[in-house]
């Protein structure tokens, strides 16, 4: 399968084990800057679309196969906690995807039934769009606007929507809201997160590029086995999802960016 990963930059130097001459040394998760602080266990399954709120609280697709077949459930961690909690309201083995509005302060989720709006105080989630709209993945820029792919002929297109009403972009020349850089084809399943400058690609390995990088992906050192998610906190701490479990790494000390130790 044939995923497309839209491209979102934001300016200023990143994280892990990096200079601060413009960010362009490769990346490697150093030991030396940070602490592997929480694992979270996920049973048989593993975690994709990994997503932080503002409050802490890490949403993530649990993907898995049982005697039915795959299935994608969404869960939560919440801030201060180590246990995935399931969320009522959401079509089981069928949601997708999670998308975290921060203009609004809002989750949102991708389902088969169309997208569904996360409630806090009860830990539910209601629907918010037609029922039938399909989709496969939802996105949200920094301006509150929501972005959907879906593939009626097998191919991975785009559309913004507008209320229920998809509107199919033709070309990347016209994504301006999305401010899309470039974009990246990978031949299989893929979560793409960014803090600051990096995009990064979770797809059992760990890849990323830089603001105005061009030719291939480069690969981030030291991950801990297959990661499939990757997510970051409002204050550069980061989890990376691997079979099974989340680790959480927390930063040593206050610095974004490193200079490598030889």
Known sequence: MRVLLIVLYLKSCVTFDIPQNNCKTDLSIDNDHYNVTESYDLGNSFPSDAHYDINGNLFFVESGRNLEGYYFNIKTIKANTTSAQEISGLPQGESYSVAVDKKNEKVYFGTS??????????????????????????????????????????????????????????????????????????????????????????????????????????????????????????????????????????????????????
């Open 113 to 262: 039934r169309g997208i569904f709006l996360y409630k806090h105080t009860t830990n539910e989630a209601t629907l918010a769009s037609d029922p039938d709209l399909r989709l496969n993945m939802l996105f949200i820029d920094k301006d509150g606007n929501k972005y959907i792919t879906d593939s009626p002929d097998g191919v991975e297109e785009l559309y913004l929507l507008a209320e229920n009403k998809k509107i199919r972009f033709s070309t990347f020349e016209d994504l301006n809201e999305m401010a899309v850089d470039g974009d990246v084809s990978y031949e299989g399943y893929a979560q793409i997160s960014f803090y600051r400058n990096v995009v990064y690609i979770a797809s059992e390995t760990l890849s990323y590029i830089h603001e105005n990088d061009s030719g291939p992906l480069k690969l981030v050192k030291n991950i801990p086995g297959k990661v499939t998610a990757i997510a970051f906190d409002k204050t550069g701490n980061f989890v990376l999802g691997t079979n099974g479990k989340f680790l959480k790494y927390t930063k040593i000390d206050n610095n974004d960016c490193y200079h490598r130790r030889n």
